[in-house]
């Protein structure tokens, strides 16, 4: 399973454009990159996936460039609400494989 | 509401009890998940039922033990903990074979307090 990299923490205000950037240089040719979203004291919710280029949502966009090695989650125009911390995940469930590694994530803190 | 449901949301135990959590899933799905959530650390996978067949055994110790009755329910049963289990305990269902492939639903979950 491939390793990512994210900042620990990052800041930001209300109604700016949050960018977490993701590193995954060992991605596999079959894996997917994943975006959760966890609040305290409650389970991660999944955000956004793709395989490559980008893929926008109601919610967020990932940009992936064409190596695939790093991947960017985009959150437009952030409120209070959006304070969580981010995890970005790469593999590939399937019918043979289960495991999916959740990394120390991303603490994201928007001020008002 | 994600479909997963856990109770109790709150347990204190001591050392020698034995407890259950218990996860209901309402979204027809086939691979259930259990993990540990400690203070400051990454989500810990435990255990993983496909179809109701446990596939995967994370190097849990024995004093956790899941059972899959069925496809929509899961139970993590729990003996002779340790205080350092302590932990939220999450639990998770997917769809195996959807588009999705690494969406999982994840329930509120149960924080373990070991006294």
């Known amino acids: 399973l491939a390793k990512t990299t994210q900042p620990i923490s990052m800041d930001s205000y209300e109604g700016q454009e949050v960018n977490i950037t993701c590193s995954h240089n060992n991605i596999a040719t079959n894996d997917y990159i994943t975006w959760y979203q966890q609040f305290p004291s409650q389970g991660p919710r999944f955000i956004i996936q793709?395989?490559?280029t980008k893929v926008t949502n109601e919610v967020a966009s990932l940009f992936i460039p064409a190596d695939r090695k790093s991947s960017t989650l985009s959150l437009p125009r952030v409120s209070l609400s959006d304070t969580a911390v981010y995890y970005c995940l790469v593999g590939a469930l399937s019918y043979n494989t289960d495991k999916l590694i959740f990394g120390t994530g991303t603490r994201l803190q928007v001020f008002p | 509401e994600t479909g997963v449901t856990q109770t109790p949301r709150h347990l204190v135990m001591g050392m020698t009890n034995k407890k259950s959590l218990k996860c209901e899933q309402h979204?027809?799905?086939?691979?259930m998940y259990w993990y540990k959530q400690s203070a400051k650390k990454p989500l810990e996978l435990m255990f993983v039922?496909?179809?109701?067949?446990?596939?995967e055994n994370n190097s849990v110790p024995s004093r956790f033990s899941p059972e899959c009755p069925n496809s929509s329910h899961l139970f993590l049963h729990l003996h002779t903990l340790q205080p350092e289990d302590s932990a939220l305990y999450l639990c998770a269902s997917r769809e195996i074979g959807t588009r999705d492939y690494n969406e999982q639903f994840f329930g509120p979950g149960t924080r373990l307090t070991v006294l």
């Open positions: 793709g395989y490559k």
């Open positions: 039922y496909n179809f109701k067949e446990q596939t």
């Open positions: 979204l027809g799905h086939n691979a």
